[in-house]
């Protein structure tokens, strides 16, 4: 905690921490100092001027910007004296000289922070007749963003934000004095996974999202915050809609998660809610056609024929998966409706991500995502965070690169964070192991390695790199990890909701509350509120899937999965479905899963629905509603408990907050958290409490076992190359598919593969390659990518029109044919 | 004895080593030919020549020909002083040079023609105003020794100041020594040298960085070129000493990449410097290490402010960052940080030399030592001048510039270049230092001085000004950016004939945003040429809005048509 000093603002005595912006100080206690460059979140540059304050000195007062003076005892500042008065207008009037005042037809008009200044402190009238300036009309500076050169005042927010806080300095001011612009440099778009932000935070109308341009005026909008949905970090978000759409989805400052940013998956994945594809009633197949259906109809069939099965063949025979695209209440119902309507214990929201679910829900000394702004060294052994989860990639870049903390990246191939990384460490997929063994032993170049991580207080992100990755060596990773000095592990799966849906028992092996499947204790606790539940052993989302190819299991019931697009065993996830008996999926989108379903009900989207999830460390947060579903959509639980209406036993559900009330109730560490207290109390969320009793140790906290290391080891046949699969920001999943803008920019299918391997194969950047896997053969164009080892190939996951690959590490890999042009 | 160009150990060896030059000099005469500022106007022919004639003559035992650099009177470019009895002549041309050393260098014959205004009294350095009403301190070495030998600099007594700063003082010492001769920065904030030092070793750091501001931008002014053109070593050594209180261990010199000569001569003085074991490590044998490296400026006039010159230095675009945190506290790399003018750090020398206390006797009560003006305009001995800091403008031009040619009439003089202002005939009597100065709207600034008289156009010299700004405004913060525009769209109108009374209302309005707003010294003072012509010409300004004429007959849009032609025709 710094020192607090007494300065005085404006005739106000105040107390502030030392050191603190006089601009943030004064904003802190009710006084807003206009400005345009400062960003809360972005290093001070001083630059437009606007927010000139007179400080008196021992020398005598003195005009000075805001945004850069620091607060210092018994300083006084006056932000509204004549002098800054006279100051601030003059700004004003020399950024309006050069501004089109197209107000009536710009995007920013009614929130342009320009327009909102000159009405509060501006000179009233503008004095000058001259010429403004003139440049092309908006030009596109990227896919999905336009700048309007003729807007801009030039306060570098975009700029400094591409190059500080993105790491892309693909934009920048070009030439000087009057003729400065912002410009992409030749030939290179602005092609950032960041660069919505800068629309946001551009305080005129300058830059604009493609989405929105034109859509709406800001006051016709109705704005709801919320919680973005594409990955486990849960990013605070405002919706906005205007008449039942969603429009766009603006970052929201919240310290706990994304301090404001968005990635542009998050920023324009909101397409999918208003998609015309959205499913509107549901479907029943009849002689391998679906056909619209009443709700009654359809629920008829699904009592008909679950029931059977379940009557004939027992709960045993049905398999569950998905909830982590729900809300926690909704994953609740699903897990109750499995194990207490169906008396199953095979349900899974784990869609094949490989990582045991006790470690993912229990890890602990959990680290908090603010954690990282602590941390001395971060060790980041996970998916490359750049393409999974935009905001913790920009968290552990910005404590790297302006607070100078320590980054190790463990990894197959390049990532994002790779040119701050202190220590990289590439290896080939099937090594990780033995490459742990090696860091923890400390030897050679490794003691290096073990020395900057031996700086604590440490964060490590951990979980799997690749999903070809032994799904067990993140648990080794992370007991490592939490072997050095003052350590907390943050586990990393991406799947939105999968924590939430996880904490509420969505797994063979945990029951509500983190409790381990069969743990005495815990389950006379749940019996208590559920009645009797099964106690044999469950299947897990691939076990589930086998089981349907074998025939030991007859029905499956999918709520929110894709199981065909999401599981990288595509093939056994297709035969499963195919070889099941009755299959019910609760859907937004006929996807390749659902079109496999006897029975698709329409399910509301994020946005339509109110709930709470939960994220990668623990951090509960409400979502809301903000347009209605379309059709005859219905939220996930309602249809759960319709269903368990006509199979005669009841959830008995009355709405989605008593769910939440239910879940206070029989998940201990869930005692704390109501909707009443996410909506006034904490508004950056709660966080449910890690390590508590009955909660299953997924860890060994005494460090690496080298032998068992050793042993985990793989290698490819002999002859077959070890195979890297890896998703990228955007890919060919079912939201993605649904938001047009965002699909075009997924990028593709492609072999990527060391130039030393590249030259023995006889293939140049470009050129086809032949990859062949026990599930699949592809043709794909080479990419030559010197951050691979050799002997390994790199190829996205889940890309439009590329079949899946499977998990499976050995490849096949040769020159393809050329096809002529 | 040291051999030449090995290693000099100690200052007694230094001392030793300029003792012999010295002797090796005796009954030497020398032929200084300016090599520097004179290029352009053929001195490297008339070198040549020199150097041809004393062969011919066979002379060479006790002739020598020197490129040295700037003697300060341009005007009679190229100049050539001839030792001992320092007769200058001036407009030296090839098929003169003969004469030259027939009579003068070998008979000690005067040639009148040759003289400064053909006038024999005149032969000497010191019979003529422009040299004897200056005082040579900081130049005293400019035009005297060869800029690209160590050895000429060695026996001038350059190094030994820093010779005995570095073996028999502490560098707080110094620090005091700097701070009582009350010297302030030359490249134009005038900010108290000394004071600045002790700020920046009281800031907490690993490493502390000098870095010599050689950008030299104001149009017209050329007095950092000429001191590293003409006497580098001095240069350095006042760098040397400065990094010695400072203990600094990295220098740079900034210097703008047009003027490649300084540069050339200054990479050459360091690699001398280097050779002798008076730069690199254990300078003298005192332990005291220290580097230098020559970075070249694109010429932008920003990136001699020192914020955008840090900028540049680390390799982004030159544009200023705000003020405070001063280099002092946190400049290169974050590091307390040291930036002085060039004329500044050849100050440092001879302040160890005279002693702090010594060195303020002389100038002004707030204003120690001397100043270099760059003379120019309608003056006659246009040239680089040094006096005393309270010289009058009256002395700088008339006694010292031999007044306006063809007895015209004195108008005003700019003095600070685009930061400064225009100072009236009616201060011509105002001792001029930094404060003075100041109190009448102008600056010293690096010390450009643009003498104008009566068939020059306040306002269309304050649009010249406000226009240099406005295409040299980095373009970072608004005011600057879009302000300097605005003046000189509004000068515009006024010199073409199509201002108001209003524009100068808004003129003077203007300005002063511009001026209290602006990020950096260089919006800050953009305005001041326009503000200073204002208070004191405001009537020629009227006479353009209201009378719609142009007094001085310079905007043509003011101007009868035929005068128009007649114009044209001259111009
Ligand atoms: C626009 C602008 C241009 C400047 N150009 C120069 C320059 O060319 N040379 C210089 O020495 N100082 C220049 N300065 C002043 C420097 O910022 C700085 O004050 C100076 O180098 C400090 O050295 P001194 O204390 O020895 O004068 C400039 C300042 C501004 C605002
Ligand atoms: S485009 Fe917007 S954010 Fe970028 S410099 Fe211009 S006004 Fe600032
Ligand atoms: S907000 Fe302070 S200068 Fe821009």
Request: proline share 6%; glycine share 10%.
């Amino acid at each position: 905690m710094a020192d607090l000093v007494k300065i005085t603002v404006d005739g106000r005595q105040i107390e502030v921490p030392h050191g603190e912006l006089v601009i943030r100080a004064a904003q802190d206690h009710g006084v807003y100092i206009p400005r345009f460059c400062w960003h809360p979140r972005m290093r001070e540059v001083g630059m437009c001027r606007m927010c000139l304050v007179e400080i008196e000195t021992p020398r005598g007062t003195i005009l000075t910007t805001a945004c850069t003076t620091t607060a210092a005892e018994g300083m006084v500042v006056h932000t509204a004296s004549d002098t800054a008065k006279k100051a601030q207008e003059g700004i004003l009037e020399f950024l309006l000289i050069n501004h089109p005042l197209d107000c009536p037809v710009c995007d920013k008009g009614g929130e342009c922070p320009l327009q909102d200044q000159t009405m509060a402190f501006g000179p009233g009238e503008s004095r000058f007749v001259e010429e403004k300036r003139h440049y092309e009309k908006p030009i596109p500076i990227s896919d999905l963003v336009f700048l309007d050169r003729e807007r801009c005042i030039l306060c570098a927010r975009c700029t400094r934000f591409a190059d500080e806080i993105a790491g892309d300095p693909l934009i920048e001011f070009k030439d000087r004095g009057n003729h400065t612009s912002v410009e992409t440099f030749p030939d290179l778009p602005f092609s950032s996974y960041f660069s919505g932000n800068t629309v946001q935070i551009c305080p005129v109308g300058a830059l604009t999202a493609s989405a929105y341009r034109f859509k709406a005026r800001p006051w016709d909008l109705l704005v709801v915050e919320s919680s973005c949905s594409h990955c486990t970090v849960g990013c605070r978000i405002s919706v906005e809609s205007s008449q039942n759409h969603v429009l766009r989805f603006n970052g929201v400052d919240n310290g706990a998660t994304n301090q404001g940013w968005l990635s542009d998956k998050c920023r324009f994945g909101f397409e999918f809610i208003g998609s015309e594809q959205r499913l509107r009633t549901p479907l029943v197949k009849v002689e391998g056609e679906f056909r619209e259906a009443s709700w009654a109809e359809a629920l008829d069939v699904v009592a008909d024929r679950l029931g059977a099965i379940i009557e004939e063949q027992g709960g045993d025979a049905v398999g569950g998966i998905g909830g982590a695209r729900s809300t926690n209440e909704d994953a609740y119902a699903f897990g109750k409706f499995m194990r207490t309507v169906v008396g199953s214990n095979h349900l899974d929201a784990r869609l094949d991500d490989g990582l045991d679910a006790r470690f993912l829900a229990a890890v602990s000394p959990r680290a908090k995502i603010a954690d990282l702004d602590r941390a001395a060294t971060i060790l980041v052994w996970a998916p490359d965070l750049k393409e999974e989860s935009g905001s913790l990639y920009l968290r552990v870049r910005h404590a790297v690169q302006e607070r100078g903390a320590k980054l190790v990246v463990v990894h197959p191939r390049r990532t994002g964070l790779d040119d701050r990384a202190t220590h990289k460490l590439t290896y080939r997929p099937g090594e990780g192991p033995a490459l742990l063994g090696e860091l923890a032993g400390g030897a050679g170049d490794y003691a290096k390695v073990l020395e900057t991580l031996s700086l604590g207080p440490v964060v490590a992100v951990v979980g799997r790199t690749g999903l070809t990755e032994q799904p067990q060596l993140a648990e080794e990773v992370a007991a490592f990890a939490l072997s050095l000095p003052d350590a907390k592990v943050l586990p990393f799966a991406r799947r939105s909701n999968v924590f939430g849906a996880l904490d509420m028992g969505v797994a063979p092996t945990l029951l509500p509350g983190r409790a381990a499947a069969g743990d005495s204790e815990a389950t006379g606790h749940l019996e208590a509120v559920w009645g009797p539940i099964p106690t044999q052993a469950g299947r897990d989302t691939m076990g589930i899937l086998q089981g349907l190819v074998d025939g030991d299991l007859k029905a499956l019931v999918l709520l929110g999965a894709d199981p065909v697009r999401d599981v990288p065993a595509a093939g056994i996830a297709r035969r499963g479905m195919e070889s099941a008996e009755f299959v019910v999926a609760i859907d937004l989108f006929l996807t390749d899963s659902s079109e496999l379903a006897d029975v698709v009900f329409p399910a509301e989207a994020f946005g339509e629905k109110e709930g709470t999830i939960t994220n990668l460390e623990g951090r509960v947060q409400k979502v809301n509603r903000v347009v209605t579903g379309p059709g005859q959509s219905q939220a996930d639980w309602t249809i759960l408990d319709d269903i368990s209406r006509r199979l005669g036993k009841p959830l008995g559900f009355a709405s989605a907050e008593a769910i939440s009330k239910e879940i206070a109730d029989v998940a201990p560490p869930y005692g704390g958290i109501s909707w009443e207290l996410l909506e006034w109390d904490a508004k950056e969320g709660a966080v449910v409490p890690y390590g508590e009793a009955g909660q299953p140790v997924a860890y060994r906290p005494d460090g690496v076992d080298r032998e068992a290391l050793a042993a985990m080891s793989r290698n490819p046949e002999s002859g077959a190359f070890a195979l890297h699969l890896a998703r990228t920001l955007y890919d060919d999943g079912v939201l993605m598919r649904n938001s047009l803008s965002l699909h075009a920019l997924a990028p593709g299918g492609a072999v990527h593969l060391h130039p030393a391997d590249a030259a023995r194969l006889g293939v140049s950047e470009g050129s086809l390659v032949e990859v062949e896997t026990v599930d699949a053969s592809v043709r794909l164009p080479a990419v030559i990518d010197p951050s691979l080892a050799t002997g390994v190939v790199y190829v996205p996951f889940n890309q439009p029109g590329i079949p899946s690959l499977g998990s499976d590490l050995s490849v096949v890999v040769a020159a393809g044919e050329e096809v002529s042009a | 004895m040291t051999e030449n160009g090995s290693r000099i150990a100690s200052p007694a060896d230094l001392s030793a080593r300029r003792e012999q030059l010295i002797a090796e000099d005796v009954g030497i005469r020398r032929i200084l030919v300016c090599s520097t500022g004179c290029l352009a106007i053929g001195a490297r022919e008339v070198e040549a020549a020199f150097r041809e004639g004393v062969a011919a003559a066979d002379l060479q035992g006790e002739v020598q020909v020197v490129a040295t650099g700037c003697h300060g009177l341009c005007a009679m470019a190229p100049v050539v002083v001839i030792e001992p009895n320092d007769v200058v002549y001036g407009r030296n041309r090839i098929k003169y040079v003969p004469d030259v050393i027939e009579q003068t260098v070998k008979s000690g014959e005067i040639i009148r023609r040759f003289c400064f205004g053909r006038d024999p009294e005149m032969a000497h350095l010191g019979d003529i105003p422009f040299y004897a009403h200056q005082t040579k301190a900081v130049l005293r070495n400019v035009g005297r020794v060869d800029p690209q030998q160590i050895d000429d600099a060695i026996q001038r007594g350059v190094y030994e100041a820093a010779g005995q700063v570095l073996t028999s003082m502490e560098p707080d010492e110094v620090v005091e020594e700097i701070i009582a001769s009350g010297l302030r920065g030359r490249g134009g904030g005038g900010f108290p040298a000394g004071l600045k030092w002790k700020i920046c070793k009281e800031s907490p750091g690993s490493t502390t960085y000098l870095i010599c501001n050689a950008d030299e931008g104001d149009p017209g002014a050329f007095m950092d070129r000429a001191l590293l053109e003409g006497d580098p070593h001095s240069v350095l050594e006042g760098m040397i000493i400065a990094a010695y209180a400072l203990e600094a261990a990295k220098g740079f010199i900034y210097v703008r990449a047009e003027y490649p000569i300084a540069v050339e001569h200054i990479r050459i003085a360091i690699e001398q410097a280097h050779e002798r074991g008076l730069l690199g490590p254990d300078i003298l044998g005192s332990n005291f290490s220290l580097d230098i490296e020559v970075r070249e400026g694109a010429g932008a006039f920003v990136c001699g402010e020192e914020t955008a010159m840090i900028a540049s230095l680390e390799g982004e675009r030159g544009m200023a960052r705000p003020k405070p945190p001063y280099p002092a506290l946190r400049g290169y790399l974050g590091q307390p940080t040291i930036i002085n003018n060039v004329e500044t750090f050849a100050n440092v020398p001879v302040i160890i030399g005279q002693g702090g206390v010594k060195f303020a006797e002389s100038g002004t009560e707030g204003s120690k030592g001397t100043k270099i003006f760059a003379l120019a305009g309608q003056v006659n001995n246009t040239g680089l001048v040094e006096v005393p800091m309270g010289a009058t403008i009256r002395e700088i031009v008339f006694d010292v510039g031999g007044g306006l040619p063809k007895k015209r009439e004195f108008k005003a003089v700019q003095m600070g270049g685009p930061s400064g202002g225009c100072v009236p005939a009616s201060y011509l009597d105002l001792p001029i230092d930094y404060d003075s100065l100041r109190e009448v709207g102008a600056i010293m600034g690096s010390g450009g001085m643009i003498v104008m008289d009566e068939t020059t156009c306040i306002v269309d010299i304050a649009r010249y000004f406000i226009s240099f700004c406005a295409e040299e405004s980095c373009g970072l913060c608004a005011p600057c950016r879009f302000g300097t525009v605005r003046l000189k769209e509004i000068l515009d109108r006024i010199c073409g004939g199509r201002g108001t009374i209003d524009d100068l209302n808004d003129l003077e309005r203007l300005a002063e945003v511009v001026q209290k707003t602006s990020l950096c010294g260089l919006g800050q003072t953009a305005p001041n040429p326009v503000l200073s012509t204002l208070r004191h010409f405001r009537d020629e300004y009227l006479a353009h809005v209201a009378d719609r004429t142009c007094p001085a007959g310079v905007c043509t849009a003011l101007l009868p048509e035929k005068e128009v032609a007649t114009a044209a025709k001259e111009g």
